[in-house]
């Protein structure tokens, strides 16, 4: 049986989670009601703006001026106030609020090597190393990496800089002996193909059907390399976003790379703007996944190019000198064009998301100090959506200070209204299987787990006591009843990472309506009995909203059960 303070501590906790409004805000219920947080930062000629109030700010929904129902002002010295009591032995939650100097603004660095060339990310990890050794311990920051087998956590959040400044001084980026990937960084004449000397046999060698077919064989190779970055890359992003989704504050990323592998253009009928540079490529539905994700999550993204300084279109006589005299004009403009195309793109992300982009600069560390200085002030602006505009498209976000002049205001500039329709199939078990194999916990639905080891029924069982939080869930208010589904999913891993058991089970929810308050603050808890298989090292416990898809997961080493 859980312990006494088990419900208490993370019920806690979960009320924790709330504390990103202003006190007195209506439930929000995902299907009804839907508060739309936008977070801005703003600047003037002598830096960050720190003296604004509610009344200066006006948000507009498109053409509709809302009215702002909740504010705040996050500081770099904000923490995460009436933090859970201290966890019981063998209970584990999702929570990033469960400690009371948890920032409510953070800065993640994804150090990206799937993306980059080894030798750009050689110059790129020591630009970082420096700059981590310059950290403050109000600096709330986390570091990631992306490589072609997942992303990995080299350290999440920390209060010594120390750390990870010594962690990505061992961490060595390389893209696993691969050459360098992707079209941008092939440099003009690498794919140069030799012509043939006619067949011994007098049979006319026809050189413009042999190029075809090396092109064809080309453009297949490219096809999969293009494929593989885009699904990794999209799926780092949504699992950044769904780990820090629940922090009230500002939500940086700061995306290191040399190469950004389609653009999240958050605009449009379905949130994308030139999502990838082949119209019939089948990323979309990965793309708009992301966008949703880090739109719900408001992430603002900093892209910083790994490259450095790059030389422009006024050096291309210069290039045959990098290059070699085998490259053509021609060659070299596409090359020079790429890299163009490449900055449009971290143009887009960053104007986008509120954030900033960084590129034709040595300085990166100094690129990452920046960013980090946006988390200094934000303001925090709520409203709520008419029922008749929550459509499930996206709208276009304005935000203004009428009353000041010479101000710079950056702010995510769209939001999905609300979620009509139900998530396909295929999109549950994709976000399922990132919740199974990612090293990241999603934070989007709270979750928390109290294991018991114990004969009955049978030996060798664990006994899972969950407790999860009601405020993300898609609920419909049908004949006095609130009505959902979830799906809940216990996983078991062993020490290589490879699954041993998966136990899915449906759970339909039908709850009075003068229950649900009670719901929101509390939880809504649920048990359920599994026999550890031989090998268990991990245990996953994931529940996802069946409407929406919205995960929460979190991860149980075996080895801290007692």
Known sequence: MKPALFTLALSAGLAVAQSGTQSGAPAVIRSNTRLVQVNVVVHDKNGAVADLKQ?????????KQRKIASFAVETATSTISGAMPKLQPNVFVNSLQRHSETPTSVTAILFDTLNTPVTDQRYARNQVAKFLGTLQPEDGVALYSLSRSSIQILHDFTDDPRDLARLIKRYRGVADGTPEA????QRPGSNTVQR????????KFDQEKFDQMVDNMTQTVAHAEMTARVRLTTQAL????????????RKNLVWISASFPFSVGLHGP????????????????????????????????????????MVTQAYQASLSLIFGTGASLNELTSWVAAIN???DTMEELASRTGGKAFYNTNDIGGSV????EDTKVSYVLGFYPEEADIDGKYHELRVQVPGRKGLELRARQGYYAGDKAPVPDVALQTALQQAVAGPLQSSRIEIGVHVTRTNQPEPNSLQLDLLVSARELTLALKEDRWQGALRQSIVQLDAHGKVLERITDPIKLNLKRESLPEYLQTGMSFAKTVRAKPGLAQLRVIVMDRDSGVTGSVIIPMSQVQ
């Open 55 to 63: 009344e200066d700010f006006v948000v507009f929904d498109g053409r």
């Open 182 to 185: 992707g079209p941008i960084f």
């Open 196 to 203: 043939e000397a006619p067949s011994a046999t007098g049979e």
């Open 238 to 249: 949504e699992s950044i976003a769904n780990h820090l989704a629940p922090l009230p504050g």
């Open 270 to 309: 379905d949130g994308l703007a030139n999502p990838v540079s082949n119209p019939h490529e089948i990323y979309r539905d990965d793309i708009a996944r992301t966008a949703r994700a880090l739109n719900q999550a408001n992430m603002a993204i900093y892209p910083v190019d790994a490259r450095g300084l």
């Open 341 to 343: 195309g490449a900055q």
């Open 369 to 372: 100090r920046r960013a980090i």
